[in-house]
């Protein structure tokens, strides 16, 4: 098992073979949490929400809005639509 030194700053490195295994680069986000008495690191998606927003916007407007839909703005769709997605991930994680 690789062991890693926890630097001035507390920094520590991941060794080679593990960032490979995982396929880590430079500037990864990584959520560190406790667990088990240790520390776990997992690699995380970092998406621009901006961008999301705009790639939802335009598919919302080629699609026909269901009747529950009918009557609300773009904004409170998109609102519901993350709010869906978010459930479903969460739904995701506590199956995994």
Do not use: C, W, Y
């Not at 593990?18 to 088990?36: I, K, N, Q, T, Y």
């Not at 998406?47 to 916007?57: C, I, L, T």
């Not at 080629?62 to 969460?90: F, K, Q």
Request: overall charge negative.
């Amino acid at each position: 098992m690789p062991l890693v030194t926890a630097k001035p700053k507390f920094q520590v490195t991941v060794p080679a073979k593990l960032r490979r295994g995982l396929g880590l680069h430079e500037g990864d986000v990584m959520e560190a949490s406790v667990f088990a008495g240790g520390i776990l690191l997992r690699p995380k998606e970092v998406v621009d929400r901006n961008a999301v927003a705009h790639r939802v916007a335009a598919v919302l407007a080629r699609v026909e809005l269901s009747p529950e839909d009918a009557g609300h703005s773009e904004d409170d769709v998109m609102d519901n639509i993350i709010a869906d997605i978010a459930a479903a991930r969460e739904e995701r994680r506590r199956e995994a």
